[in-house]
């Protein structure tokens, strides 16, 4: 078993190897918060490697009352594509987030260092997401990462068709990317030709919905990404995202 730090560089030639173009990063802290960037490869290699990691991994000294800043600012100071903050359905209470809700969460991103105009949600149709989170973020000018899940075909099925609806009544301007399925490889719920086929199905739904500029792909650990049993899923992906747990993979909790 190895770590993180020890199994970034079998990571990298493995990323350096894909035909995807782009390469996400998530990172999380705890289950209340994470940050997602999106690099070109050089790029990945440059900053990633040279600056967010060391930035990153010296905010486990920072008193939890100030990491969430602590991280805001080093996704902040990194070159990416795309920065943005990654963010749940759901209140603190356990209910479904309405648009007020989701706007005040748009608006508190943008306030944070980095004044973060981006952010991923990981569900279509959970808790009504794009229904209430699109208008949210076209009126604070807001852009996403759309998370489509595939746990089940009915389950996936209302994803696509939540992702359709919002798209045929907003455009496709506030999408960056889709993520269809987030660690699926990872939890084992899915195989990779299954998960390959449905990244195609979503992609081919985006070109019929004239939106065939936005990117496709998927994101797990990078457990999953140096699988070979997974290469149908990162020959699929226009860009793959690789979640990182500098805190906890692979620990005994």
Same mark, same amino acid.
């Given at each position: 078993?190895?770590?993180?730090?020890?199994?970034?560089?079998?990571?990298?030639? @493995?990323?350096?190897?894909?035909?995807?173009?782009?390469?996400?990063?998530?990172?999380?802290?705890?289950?209340?918060? #994470?940050?997602?960037?999106?690099? +070109?490869?050089?790029?990945?290699?440059?900053?990633?490697?040279?600056?967010?990691?060391?930035?990153?991994?010296?905010?486990?000294?920072?008193?939890?009352?100030?990491?969430?800043?602590?991280?805001?600012?080093?996704?902040?100071?990194?070159?990416?594509?795309?920065?943005?903050?990654?963010?749940?359905?759901?209140?603190?209470?356990?209910?479904?987030?309405?648009?007020?809700?989701?706007?005040?969460?748009?608006?508190?991103?943008?306030?944070?260092?980095?004044?973060?105009?981006?952010?991923?949600?990981?569900?279509?149709?959970?808790?009504?997401?794009?229904?209430?989170?699109?208008?949210?973020?076209?009126?604070?000018?807001?852009?996403?990462?759309?998370?489509?899940?595939?746990?089940? @075909?009915?389950?996936?099925?209302?994803?696509?068709?939540?992702?359709?609806?919002?798209?045929?009544?907003?455009?496709?301007?506030?999408?960056?990317?889709?993520?269809?399925?987030?660690?699926?490889?990872?939890?084992?719920?899915?195989?990779? +030709?299954?998960?390959? +086929?449905?990244?195609?199905?979503?992609?081919?739904?985006?070109?019929?919905?004239?939106? =065939?500029?936005?990117?496709?792909?998927?994101?797990?650990?990078?457990?999953?990404?140096?699988? #070979?049993?997974?290469?149908?899923?990162?020959?699929?992906?226009?860009?793959? =995202?690789?979640? =990182?747990?500098?805190?906890?993979?692979?620990?005994?909790?």
């Amino acid at each position: 078993t190895l770590s993180l730090h020890d199994a970034l560089p079998i990571c990298l030639l @493995s990323l350096l190897s894909a035909s995807p173009s782009a390469v996400s990063i998530y990172f999380r802290s705890s289950t209340l918060f #994470s940050c997602f960037l999106v690099f +070109s490869l050089r790029s990945f290699i440059r900053s990633f490697i040279h600056s967010f990691i060391h930035s990153f991994i010296h905010s486990t000294l920072v008193m939890k009352s100030s990491l969430l800043l602590t991280i805001a600012a080093a996704c902040a100071g990194a070159e990416a594509y795309w920065k943005g903050i990654n963010i749940g359905a759901n209140n603190p209470d356990g209910s479904c987030k309405s648009q007020a809700d989701w706007e005040t969460d748009f608006k508190t991103i943008a306030s944070l260092p980095g004044a973060f105009t981006s952010a991923r949600l990981y569900a279509s149709s959970d808790c009504n997401t794009l229904a209430n989170a699109v208008p949210a973020a076209l009126k604070t000018g807001t852009t996403l990462l759309v998370g489509v899940w595939t746990e089940d @075909s009915t389950h996936y099925e209302n994803e696509k068709q939540a992702l359709l609806a919002a798209v045929q009544q907003y455009g496709h301007d506030w999408i960056i990317s889709v993520s269809v399925g987030s660690e699926d490889l990872y939890r084992g719920d899915t195989d990779a +030709s299954t998960l390959a +086929s449905q990244i195609n199905d979503v992609r081919g739904m985006m070109w019929g919905l004239g939106a =065939g500029s936005i990117e496709v792909g998927h994101v797990d650990t990078w457990t999953a990404w140096v699988d #070979s049993a997974n290469t149908a899923v990162i020959e699929a992906c226009d860009f793959l =995202g690789m979640d =990182g747990y500098p805190y906890f993979q692979d620990a005994s909790i």
